[in-house]
């Protein structure tokens, strides 16, 4: 295995640094403060620096970088953007910057991969211009959305039309104001084997029948613009051709999106602990408590290197299973992307934890972004799935793999 950038990678990531540091970061503040504080998502615009970013982004060739196929991306391998997605990973509103953020990119993964000419040319093309947003309607708030197979909210064929029952919670990215669809997974054919009773249909937000109940709030926060939102569906009916692949595809389809969004989520989430490190470590050098820094007092070196540790097992960890997803497909890395899922959102919190603990009162405060990293670092351990459930994948795994390496011997 070799985790070296490549020489392409190493140009699109000093371009993106120098970006990052010149204009993304610096409008963090201006940003926020654009922000209407409302829960009444309504109410919600997208901050105008927000557009003046992006276009600054797609003059700059740092665009939709996270597509491995070269249509409407730069066709970088999922180790080649790696290095790319930590960095973006420092700043929350840096993934749409690049209109490289979720649930966007898987939406568009699975419409690249999986969609008709029609769904691509309608809903495809304009997320890969950064034109609209989307959402992802998977989990349910009456059932344990952890065992997928629980789904009760139905996706009905009636002829040549499909017709949409239910209700569906955390769909990420639902109040946003250019949010235009939602991918929908329900229960098409209950009979059918259970990994085949599901579909996956695009939803126009604008559909008869389609109610946004309210926006959910995370540690008292709606993570505006974008927001996570409860939906009702009642009789939604759309033409057939709005389910994606065909009727009992979902799990398939969900499979091939899952896996390298997942990583991504990860790659990420390793860019916001290197952010709270270095934030801990600035505080805890210029800070003087008793007569000294507090980095010389306590425990606080060890915190500092145990950090740096855990930060680097991750992402070594994070580098092979990209790697592993690039060289032997997301079967082989299933394993490995559960290990991630587990181990970096861990050592995020980890990392946001111990520099809220630096900075006292202040790392409480909007003054600095622990408590949202925190709050990032701590939902990443439910969203795509809880931690229980990624470690209980890797265990069957773990017994099938050493049961076949023993009837082998």
């Known amino acids: 295995m070799d985790f070296r950038p490549s020489e392409r990678t190493r140009v699109l990531l000093e371009r993106l640094d120098r970006l990052m540091r010149e204009q993304v970061e610096p409008a963090e503040t201006a940003y926020a403060a654009a922000l209407s504080g409302s829960a009444d998502h309504r109410q919600w615009r997208q901050p105008p620096v927000m557009e003046e970013l992006k276009q600054r982004a797609r003059a700059a060739g740092l665009w939709n970088l996270f597509l491995p196929e070269l249509e409407g991306g730069e066709g970088l391998s999922n180790l080649d953007y790696a290095p790319l997605a930590e960095r973006m990973g420092h700043s929350f509103i840096a993934p749409e910057v690049f209109n490289c953020g979720a649930p966007d990119t898987g939406n568009m993964e699975v419409l690249l991969r999986y969609g008709s000419p029609e769904q691509r040319e309608r809903w495809l093309d304009p997320l890969l211009r950064g034109e609209i947003r989307s959402g992802f309607a998977m989990t349910e708030p009456d059932v344990a959305s952890s065992d997928a197979t629980n789904m009760q909210a139905t996706a009905r064929v009636e002829g040549d039309s499909v017709v949409l029952d239910g209700r569906k919670w955390w769909t990420t990215g639902l109040g946003h104001p250019h949010c235009r669809f939602v991918i929908f997974m329900g229960l098409s054919d209950a009979s059918a084997e259970p990994h085949r009773r599901h579909s996956m249909v695009i939803c126009p937000l604008d559909a008869p029948g389609v109610q946004i109940e309210r926006m959910l709030p995370v540690f008292h926060h709606y993570d505006?613009?974008?927001?996570?939102?409860?939906?009702?569906?009642?009789?939604?009916?759309?033409?057939?051709?709005?389910?994606?692949?065909?009727?009992?595809?979902?799990?398939?389809?969900?499979?091939?999106?899952?896996?390298?969004?997942?990583?991504?989520?990860?790659?990420?989430?390793?860019?916001?602990?290197?952010?709270a490190l270095t934030l801990l470590c600035r505080r805890a050098s210029a800070r003087v408590a008793f007569g000294q820094p507090l980095l010389t007092l306590g425990g606080n070196a060890d915190i500092v290197a145990n950090l740096r540790m855990a930060i680097e097992q991750a992402r070594l960890l994070t580098l092979k299973t990209a790697w592993t997803l690039d060289t032997h497909g997301t079967k082989a890395a299933l394993s490995l992307i559960s290990q991630i899922k587990v181990v970096v959102p861990a050592v995020a919190q980890q990392a946001a934890d111990a520099a809220i603990q630096i900075h006292g009162g202040a790392g409480l405060t909007d003054d600095f972004p622990l408590a949202q990293l925190y709050a990032y670092a701590r939902v990443l351990r439910l969203a795509d799935g809880p931690d229980e459930v990624h470690r209980a994948v890797v265990a069957k795994l773990e017994a099938r793999a050493q049961l076949a390496a023993e009837n082998h011997a």
């Open 224 to 275: 505006e613009p974008s927001g996570h939102g409860q939906m009702r569906f009642e009789q939604v009916r759309l033409p057939l051709s709005h389910v994606i692949l065909g009727p009992g595809r979902g799990f398939e389809i969900a499979q091939g999106r899952l896996g390298p969004g997942r990583v991504h989520h990860c790659m990420r989430a390793l860019g916001a602990a290197e952010r």
